[in-house]
Nanobody
Framework: QVQLVESGGGLARAGGSLRVSCVAS????????MGWFRQTPGKEREFVAA????????YYADSVKGRFTISREDAKNTVYLQMNSLKAYDTAVYYC??????????????????WGQGTQVTVSS
């Protein structure tokens, strides 16, 4: 079992930055691909970014490409999502997820086995 806890969400102005973190416990994340998803009320959860188990490959939704960066620090069992040039439509609950590796990090939520509880990110325009 892998437990995931997100932190770092909050309020930011449009054009600003935030970094959200996801700390894992129970198992090392070294053999897991890690992803970030987000959800707003009334909408389905959507893919944001993912990083392969090796850290060698990253994937981004078109809506965040060039603005968000996913990274991992396996020694700390932690994954990060750096969010720059924030826009009002980035407002959502952000979820961290883990999928068994190896191979490319999946972009479909159903391929992830473990999920965190989420952290709220609110961007004011």
């Amino acid at each position: 079992q892998v437990q995931l806890v997100e932190s770092g969400g909050g309020l930011a102005r449009a054009g600003g930055s935030l970094r959200v973190s996801c700390v894992a416990s129970g198992r090392t994340i070294r053999s897991y691909a890690m992803g970030w998803f987000r959800q707003t009320p009334g909408k389905e959860r959507e893919f944001v970014a993912a990083i392969s188990w090796s850290g060698g490959s990253t994937y981004y939704a078109d809506s965040v490409k060039g603005r968000f960066t996913i990274s991992r620090e396996d020694a700390k069992n932690t994954v990060y999502l750096q969010m720059n040039s924030l826009k009002a439509y980035d407002t959502a609950v952000y979820y961290c997820a883990a999928a068994p590796g190896p191979g490319p990090a999946p972009t479909a939520g159903l391929e992830y086995d473990y999920w965190g509880q989420g952290t709220q990110v609110t961007v004011s325009s």
